[in-house]
Protein backbone atom coordinates (compact mmCIF):
# COMPACT_ATOMS: atom_id res chain seq x y z
CA UNK A 1 0.00 0.00 0.00
CA UNK A 2 1.10 3.61 -0.40
CA UNK A 3 0.18 6.42 1.19
CA UNK A 4 0.17 10.02 -0.07
CA UNK A 5 -0.08 13.06 2.23
CA UNK A 6 -0.58 16.80 1.25
CA UNK A 7 0.10 19.69 3.07
CA UNK A 8 0.14 23.52 2.60
CA UNK A 9 -3.27 24.51 1.51
CA UNK A 10 -4.93 27.86 2.38
CA UNK A 11 -6.41 31.10 1.12
CA UNK A 12 -4.38 33.77 -0.30
CA UNK A 13 -4.37 36.70 -2.00
CA UNK A 14 -4.29 37.42 -5.89
CA UNK A 15 -0.97 37.67 -6.42
CA UNK A 16 0.43 36.20 -4.01
CA UNK A 17 2.13 32.54 -3.37
CA UNK A 18 1.68 28.96 -1.68
CA UNK A 19 3.97 26.04 -1.40
CA UNK A 20 2.34 22.57 -1.63
CA UNK A 21 3.89 19.45 -0.30
CA UNK A 22 3.37 15.77 -0.72
CA UNK A 23 5.33 12.98 1.31
CA UNK A 24 4.73 8.98 -0.33
CA UNK A 25 5.10 6.27 1.99
CA UNK A 26 4.63 2.49 2.31
CA UNK A 27 5.81 0.72 -1.06
CA UNK A 28 7.20 3.37 -2.58
CA UNK A 29 10.41 1.31 -4.47
CA UNK A 30 8.76 1.28 -7.91
CA UNK A 31 7.13 4.87 -7.92
CA UNK A 32 8.06 6.39 -11.01
CA UNK A 33 5.98 10.11 -11.43
CA UNK A 34 4.63 12.46 -9.52
CA UNK A 35 2.63 14.97 -9.95
CA UNK A 36 -0.37 17.13 -8.75
CA UNK A 37 -3.87 17.44 -10.22
CA UNK A 38 -6.80 19.91 -9.46
CA UNK A 39 -10.03 19.60 -9.28
CA UNK A 40 -13.18 22.16 -9.32
CA UNK A 41 -16.47 21.46 -7.65
CA UNK A 42 -18.82 19.78 -10.73
CA UNK A 43 -15.99 19.34 -12.64
CA UNK A 44 -13.29 17.38 -13.63
CA UNK A 45 -9.51 16.81 -12.01
CA UNK A 46 -7.08 18.31 -14.09
CA UNK A 47 -3.60 17.79 -14.20
CA UNK A 48 -1.68 20.85 -12.72
CA UNK A 49 2.47 19.50 -12.67
CA UNK A 50 4.23 16.49 -12.93
CA UNK A 51 7.54 14.89 -12.73
CA UNK A 52 8.96 11.79 -13.55
CA UNK A 53 11.62 9.86 -11.50
CA UNK A 54 15.00 11.53 -13.01
CA UNK A 55 12.64 13.24 -16.13
CA UNK A 56 12.00 16.92 -16.67
CA UNK A 57 8.58 18.60 -15.30
CA UNK A 58 5.46 19.37 -17.49
CA UNK A 59 2.95 21.59 -16.76
CA UNK A 60 -0.40 22.34 -18.06
CA UNK A 61 -0.62 25.33 -19.98
CA UNK A 62 -2.21 28.39 -17.36
CA UNK A 63 0.35 27.39 -14.81
CA UNK A 64 3.54 27.70 -17.01
CA UNK A 65 5.79 30.06 -15.84
CA UNK A 66 4.26 31.02 -12.45
CA UNK A 67 4.74 27.06 -10.71
CA UNK A 68 7.25 25.10 -10.04
CA UNK A 69 7.09 21.47 -9.06
CA UNK A 70 10.09 20.04 -7.68
CA UNK A 71 10.85 16.30 -6.57
CA UNK A 72 13.18 14.94 -3.79
CA UNK A 73 13.63 10.85 -4.78
CA UNK A 74 15.43 10.18 -1.86
CA UNK A 75 12.70 11.28 0.36
CA UNK A 76 9.56 10.24 -2.35
CA UNK A 77 8.22 13.86 -2.04
CA UNK A 78 7.43 16.45 -4.39
CA UNK A 79 6.44 20.19 -3.80
CA UNK A 80 4.43 22.86 -5.54
CA UNK A 81 5.54 26.27 -5.23
CA UNK A 82 2.56 28.36 -6.65
CA UNK A 83 3.04 32.02 -7.63
CA UNK A 84 0.76 35.00 -8.86
CA UNK A 85 -1.48 33.16 -8.03
CA UNK A 86 -5.03 33.74 -9.69
CA UNK A 87 -8.68 33.19 -8.80
CA UNK A 88 -8.72 30.40 -11.24
CA UNK A 89 -6.06 28.90 -9.54
CA UNK A 90 -8.51 28.03 -6.96
CA UNK A 91 -9.53 23.95 -6.30
CA UNK A 92 -8.59 21.25 -4.15
CA UNK A 93 -5.15 20.41 -4.93
CA UNK A 94 -4.67 16.62 -5.34
CA UNK A 95 -1.05 14.97 -4.97
CA UNK A 96 -0.78 12.00 -7.27
CA UNK A 97 2.24 9.21 -7.62
CA UNK A 98 2.44 6.16 -10.59
CA UNK A 99 3.65 3.36 -10.26
CA UNK A 100 4.06 0.74 -13.47
CA UNK A 101 1.25 -0.63 -15.14
CA UNK A 102 -0.97 2.25 -14.58
CA UNK A 103 -1.34 1.81 -11.01
CA UNK A 104 -1.80 5.74 -9.08
CA UNK A 105 -2.50 6.42 -5.97
CA UNK A 106 -3.86 9.93 -4.96
CA UNK A 107 -3.79 12.19 -1.58
CA UNK A 108 -6.99 13.26 -0.04
CA UNK A 109 -6.71 16.66 -1.43
CA UNK A 110 -5.69 20.13 -0.03
CA UNK A 111 -7.86 23.29 -0.55
CA UNK A 112 -6.37 26.48 -1.84
CA UNK A 113 -8.43 29.81 -2.04
CA UNK A 114 -7.61 32.54 -4.15
CA UNK A 115 -8.98 35.57 -3.44
CA UNK A 116 -9.53 38.82 -1.92
Known amino acids: QVQLVESGGGLVQPGGSLRLSCAAS????????MGWYRQVRGKQRDLVAH???????RYADPVKGRFTILRDNDKNSVTLQMNDLKPEDTGVYYC??????????WGEGTLVTVSS
Open 96 to 105: WGLFPFGMDY
Open 26 to 33: GSTDSLTA
Open 51 to 57: IPRGGLP
